[in-house]
């Protein structure tokens, strides 16, 4: 059975991105260059930011067609997350909303990518 270690986001400025995610996890890097930086997440999971100018083979896909998510606790957690998140400026692509899998809203970062935040489950 395999497993999914690495999440890859090609991006255009990995250093710019690594700011924006280090503040959003609350977490340095543990491995920065000017064109790959990568996260540890507590579960395992490494998040892994590449520049799309240096990837190969090259990334044809656009930026911002990618989604990370987030699950928590409770439907307060989202609602809580959504007002920091805001605070903060991220761009809101859906507010708070009920949706058939959960109570859910979506943020982007700065290429556009889907950050997800949800509560699995009917709300």
């Known amino acids: 059975m395999l497993n999914v270690d690495f ?3 090609y991006v255009a400025n990995p250093t710019t991105s690594a700011a924006f995610y280090a503040d959003l996890l609350g977490r340095p890097p543990v491995e920065a ?3 790959f ?4 997440m507590e579960s395992g999971l490494m998040l892994g ?5 240096t990837v190969a083979p090259a990334a044809t ?3 911002g067609c990618g989604e990370i998510a987030f699950v928590v606790p409770d439907a307060d957690a989202v609602r809580a997350t959504h007002e920091d998140w805001s605070r903060r400026g991220l761009p809101i692509a859906q507010e708070p909303t009920a949706m058939d899998f959960g109570f859910t809203f979506v943020a982007l970062d700065p290429d556009g990518n889907r950050l997800r935040v ?3 489950g009917p709300q």
């Open 49 to 53: 930011l590449w520049s799309r100018n």
């Open 61 to 63: 896909a656009p930026t």
């Open 118 to 120: 949800f509560v699995p």
């Open 33 to 35: 260059s000017p064109t």
């Open 37 to 40: 930086t990568m996260f540890a």
């Open 7 to 9: 999440v890859l986001l």
